[in-house]
């Protein structure tokens, strides 16, 4: 291919570069924040943290991008590394560059023998199965839904009078990655959490009941497009779903200047979608589809009837 020489595939450790491919994702339509980088290169740690991108050599222009994240294993958690971000621009795609990305971001010594797992677009789901051995699959797809804003009507939500809802600094945070473990089905993300929840940008709140014990948590960010989205969204029921979600949402004082909402839903909670569509009166826009948790040596067994949004569909399962 007369291309090839002139494209390389390269590491990027820097966040010009990430606000590039931003741009790229935004016009695509997917959500992700500028801020994820951050978010990301902490989470992970820059030793469990990859970017590669393809580039123009001689415009230096960003082809297309793929990221990995390694959740390590902690007291025997499951390890898993996580593929997101895999892009190449519309132009350019069917040539060969994603594929090379793809080959080269996962074939990295770390990792062999380790489960891999990523969130399939519905179109390369099979593919991803039958080529890279991502074939072993939960029985629920994340929903890629959206609500706009001007149709969220905060009074359609009720409080659970039985929780009291408080701030991440609030709580004990040992006993948060507890709660978060047993929910997404395992995975430790003990600095990624954190990374993930504390920043200036986003919105995070803690239910707790009256004996003090965590039964719930949610987040939103700001994003590309003028955005928020919500994620993580779990909890022990439906009304303290519920009750984080209104919570949340009337905290964030210019909620009116953003256009849309993205949420992520597990498809097999019906429960949530009750929620987001008393939320809006029956407005949540489907038409992102689904995309589909898929992995290489075993299902990450998440439970879904606590999760109301998972927490975002780039690199984590749930
Ligand atoms: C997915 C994407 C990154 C592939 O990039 P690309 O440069 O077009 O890929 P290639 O030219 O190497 O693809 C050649 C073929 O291999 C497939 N392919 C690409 N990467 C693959 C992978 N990791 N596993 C299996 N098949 C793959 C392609 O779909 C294509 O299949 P086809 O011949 O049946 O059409 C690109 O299509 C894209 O940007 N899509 C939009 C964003 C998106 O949906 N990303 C996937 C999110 S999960």
């Given at each position: 291919?007369?291309?090839d020489e002139?494209?390389?595939?390269?590491?990027?450790?820097?966040?010009?570069?990430?606000?590039e491919?931003?741009?790229i994702?935004?016009?695509?339509?997917?959500?992700y924040?500028?801020?994820?980088?951050?978010?990301?290169?902490?989470?992970?740690?820059?030793?469990?943290?990859?970017?590669?991108?393809?580039v123009?050599?001689?415009s230096?222009?960003?082809?297309?991008?793929?990221?990995?994240?390694?959740?390590?294993?902690?007291?025997?958690?499951?390890?898993?590394?996580?593929?997101?971000?895999?892009?190449?621009?519309?132009?350019?795609?069917?040539?060969?560059?994603?594929?090379?990305?793809?080959?080269?971001?996962?074939?990295?010594?770390?990792?062999?023998?380790?489960?891999?797992?990523?969130?399939?677009?519905?179109?390369?789901?099979?593919?991803?199965?039958?080529?890279?051995?991502?074939?072993?699959?939960?029985?629920?797809?994340?929903?890629?839904?959206?609500?706009?804003?001007?149709?969220?009507?905060?009074?359609?939500?009720?409080?659970?009078?039985?929780?009291?809802?408080?701030?991440?600094?609030?709580?004990?945070y040992?006993?948060?990655?507890?709660y978060?473990?047993?929910?997404?089905g395992?995975?430790?993300?003990?600095?990624?959490?954190?990374?993930?929840?504390?920043?200036?940008?986003?919105?995070?709140?803690?239910?707790?009941?009256?004996?003090?014990?965590?039964?719930?948590?949610?987040?939103?960010?700001?994003?590309?497009?003028?955005?928020?989205g919500?994620?993580?969204?779990?909890?022990?029921?439906?009304s303290?779903?519920?009750?984080?979600?209104?919570?949340?949402?009337?905290?964030?004082?210019?909620?009116?200047?953003?256009?849309?909402?993205?949420?992520?839903?597990p498809?097999?909670?019906k429960?949530?979608?009750?929620?987001?569509?008393?939320?809006?009166?029956?407005?949540?826009?489907?038409?992102?589809?689904?995309?589909?948790?898929?992995?290489?040596?075993?299902?990450?067994?998440?439970?879904?009837?606590?999760?109301?949004?998972?927490?975002?569909?780039?690199?984590?399962?749930?």
């Amino acid at each position: 291919m007369d291309d090839d020489e002139n494209i390389v595939i390269i590491p990027y450790a820097d966040f010009n570069r990430w606000k590039e491919i931003m741009k790229i994702i935004a016009e695509f339509g997917w959500f992700y924040a500028e801020e994820d980088y951050d978010r990301f290169l902490k989470g992970f740690g820059e030793k469990n943290f990859n970017g590669l991108i393809a580039v123009d050599k001689k415009s230096d222009k960003i082809l297309g991008s793929v990221v990995i994240g390694f959740f390590e294993s902690i007291e025997n958690s499951p390890a898993l590394v996580s593929l997101g971000l895999y892009i190449v621009l519309p132009e350019l795609r069917g040539k060969g560059i994603g594929t090379k990305l793809f080959k080269e971001v996962i074939n990295d010594p770390r990792f062999v023998n380790v489960n891999l797992g990523l969130n399939g677009a519905s179109y390369m789901s099979k593919k991803y199965a039958k080529i890279f051995g991502y074939d072993k699959f939960p029985n629920w797809q994340v929903c890629k839904s959206k609500i706009k804003i001007c149709d969220i009507n905060l009074n359609a939500l009720q409080n659970d009078s039985d929780i009291d809802i408080v701030n991440v600094n609030d709580v004990d945070y040992q006993k948060l990655i507890e709660y978060d473990t047993n929910i997404q089905g395992g995975i430790r993300r003990d600095k990624f959490l954190k990374a993930f929840l504390d920043t200036k940008t986003n919105f995070a709140k803690i239910a707790v009941n009256k004996n003090g014990e965590i039964v719930g948590f949610g987040n939103i960010r700001t994003g590309v497009n003028n955005q928020i989205g919500l994620g993580p969204l779990y909890s022990n029921s439906k009304s303290i779903a519920e009750t984080l979600l209104k919570q949340i949402l009337e905290s964030i004082e210019n909620l009116g200047s953003y256009d849309c909402f993205r949420i992520f839903p597990p498809n097999i909670n019906k429960d949530a979608d009750e929620i987001f569509s008393r939320l809006c009166n029956g407005k949540v826009d489907v038409s992102g589809g689904n995309s589909f948790p898929q992995f290489t040596k075993e299902i990450i067994q998440a439970d879904t009837s606590k999760i109301f949004s998972i927490t975002e569909y780039g690199l984590n399962a749930a």
